[in-house]
């Protein structure tokens, strides 16, 4: 489309004084234009990418965190609580834990964080724990907070959707220029040469400078979103916490097969 354009700015748009001053431009006006568009993308890109790399790699650090302590959390539980009453309602809030918060890469930090305590599932396991004399579990219900926290910090959103926009505006208007310059070339080919194949090679490199631009914005905006993106922490979240989320499923079912069998109402120690 590049040559339809540009003998369609010519054609339509142009008068005559602009496509002399396009073909000659002893100024350099569009050259030093697309100079100062160009560095400005660079200078923005390169800033957007190095933020936003650094923001997944502290959110995998985090995650590795959460999900270590969340693991010594189980383990804990499995050693103190089996035997008692309250151990089957301890690991329906370790899975409500790892399913509405853990997981919930696709909600904004600051809402899971401005939640009523009484919806916290680690404030209900240190209150059936810990009543009276803190136990173990305090110590690492404290640290899995504290993890959670950094977690959530490090998934704040940090760039903002502006300097997205400002990023494609940039790089349209950049863009936008070499089919202006592909109408001034028009003028200086004269009448015996084909402008077809001037606009040939002309469309080859526009074609690889859109491409490379586009892949450079959608990688910015693929480290930019939280979750559901190439770069993003999902599947390897969702990897960390398979271990976990068995391990939990496999203690619930053999309490419910105790139960089923005809045990007592205190849950034995090994389930």
Same mark, same amino acid.
């Given at each position: 489309?590049?040559?339809?354009?540009?003998?369609?700015?010519?054609?339509?748009?142009?008068?005559?004084?602009?496509?002399?001053?396009?073909?000659?431009?002893?100024?350099?006006?569009?050259?030093?234009?697309?100079?100062?568009?160009?560095?400005?993308?660079?200078?923005?890109?390169?800033?957007?990418?190095?933020?936003?790399?650094?923001?997944?790699?502290?959110?995998?650090?985090?995650?590795?965190?959460?999900?270590?302590?969340?693991?010594?959390?189980?383990?804990?539980?499995?050693?103190?609580?089996?035997?008692?009453?309250?151990?089957?309602?301890? %690991?329906?809030? @370790?899975? #409500? !834990? &790892?399913?509405?918060? /853990?997981?919930?890469?696709?909600? +904004?930090?600051?809402?899971?964080?401005?939640?009523?305590?009484?919806?916290?599932?680690?404030?209900?396991?240190?209150?059936?724990?810990?009543?009276?004399?803190?136990?173990?579990?305090?110590?690492?219900?404290?640290?899995?907070?504290?993890?959670?926290?950094?977690?959530?910090?490090?998934?704040?959103?940090?760039?903002?959707? %502006?300097?997205? @926009?400002? #990023? !494609? &505006?940039?790089?349209? /208007?950049?863009?936008?220029?070499? +089919?202006?310059?592909?109408?001034?070339?028009?003028?200086?080919?004269?009448?015996?040469?084909?402008?077809?194949?001037?606009?040939?090679?002309?469309?080859?490199?526009?074609?690889?400078?859109?491409?490379?631009?586009?892949?450079?914005?959608?990688?910015?905006?693929?480290?930019?979103?939280?979750?559901?993106?190439?770069?993003?922490?999902?599947?390897?979240?969702?990897?960390?916490?398979?271990? /976990?989320?068995?391990?939990?499923?496999?203690?619930?079912?053999?309490?419910?097969?105790?139960?089923?069998?005809?045990?007592?109402?205190?849950?034995?120690?090994?389930?």
């Amino acid at each position: 489309y590049f040559d339809n354009i540009s003998l369609f700015l010519y054609h339509n748009w142009l008068s005559a004084t602009e496509i002399q001053f396009l073909s000659s431009d002893e100024v350099q006006f569009i050259p030093s234009f697309l100079q100062v568009l160009g560095l400005l993308f660079s200078i923005l890109a390169g800033n957007a990418y190095s933020v936003l790399y650094q923001q997944q790699e502290s959110i995998y650090f985090a995650l590795f965190q959460e999900v270590s302590e969340a693991k010594s959390l189980l383990e804990q539980t499995a050693l103190i609580c089996q035997g008692r009453p309250f151990y089957p309602a301890v %690991l329906k809030q @370790i899975k #409500l !834990y &790892i399913r509405n918060d /853990l997981r919930r890469l696709d909600v +904004p930090p600051v809402e899971l964080i401005a939640q009523s305590p009484s919806r916290d599932p680690l404030e209900k396991i240190m209150f059936m724990t810990s009543v009276g004399v803190p136990s173990v579990i305090y110590e690492t219900v404290k640290n899995l907070r504290q993890a959670r926290g950094e977690r959530l910090g490090a998934c704040q959103r940090k760039f903002p959707r %502006l300097g997205i @926009i400002l #990023l !494609y &505006i940039l790089a349209f /208007l950049e863009l936008a220029a070499f +089919p202006l310059l592909g109408a001034g070339t028009i003028a200086g080919l004269g009448v015996k040469v084909d402008p077809t194949r001037v606009f040939g090679l002309q469309s080859i490199l526009f074609a690889g400078l859109t491409g490379a631009t586009v892949l450079v914005l959608r990688i910015i905006e693929e480290l930019w979103q939280q979750s559901g993106g190439s770069f993003n922490v999902d599947a390897a979240l969702a990897q960390m916490v398979l271990g /976990l989320e068995s391990e939990l499923d496999e203690r619930t079912e053999n309490i419910v097969n105790f139960k089923m069998n005809g045990g007592d109402d205190d849950i034995p120690r090994g389930y």
